[in-house]
């Protein structure tokens, strides 16, 4: 009896093997309990000159933060406005045929004038809607002093008649 009971002895120890799943989510636990474990002693074990060293970092990363950050779109601004810029020249280095034909290319591209603004580029058909709607008002007022001064000239004429 005592061999049988000695056979079941290691076999009561042997834990079970885990799959990929489990050995992860064991590793995760580990790492948790890690993490907790060290920062409850990083903080228990902290004297005057550790505290106010933490609180110094703290502080200026406050303090510097936003400066940090209105720096940091500055400098992605202007490389923005570079790139742009060498596509443009890029762009105007490049001979289209119309230029060739001596037909100026439109600068900018034609959107519908009567957009809904809806999706991603709804500013720029405002401001085509806005440019054409002024176009319109233009031409329009110069189609009325253009009437205007043909009546004058057709009144002149027939006065002297």
């Known amino acids: 009896m005592d061999s049988e009971a000695q056979q079941q002895q290691p076999l009561d120890n042997v834990q079970?093997?885990?799959n990929a799943l489990g050995k992860l989510m064991a590793n995760f636990l580990q790492y948790g309990s890690n993490a907790s474990n060290n920062l409850s002693n990083t903080?228990?074990?902290m004297d005057a000159k550790g505290w106010l060293?933490?609180?110094?970092?703290?502080?200026?990363y406050m303090l510097l933060r936003p400066y940090?950050?209105?720096l940091s779109t500055k400098v992605a601004v202007r490389k923005l406005e570079e790139q742009d810029e060498r596509e443009k020249a890029a762009a105007r280095a490049q001979i289209s045929p119309n230029?060739?034909?001596?037909v100026p290319d439109e600068v900018e591209p034609e959107l519908d004038p009567e957009g809904d603004g809806t999706g991603a580029d709804w500013g720029q058909r405002a401001r085509v809607r806005q440019?054409?709607?002024l176009k319109q008002m233009l031409d329009a007022e110069e189609q009325r002093r253009l009437d205007e001064e043909s009546d004058k000239e057709i009144e002149d004429l027939l006065e002297y008649d």
């Open 16 to 18: 079970p093997e885990l």
């Open 99 to 102: 230029e060739l034909r001596g």
């Open 53 to 60: 060293r933490l609180i110094m970092v703290v502080g200026g």
């Open 43 to 45: 903080f228990t074990s």
């Open 131 to 133: 440019r054409v709607m």
């Open 68 to 70: 940090l950050l209105k």
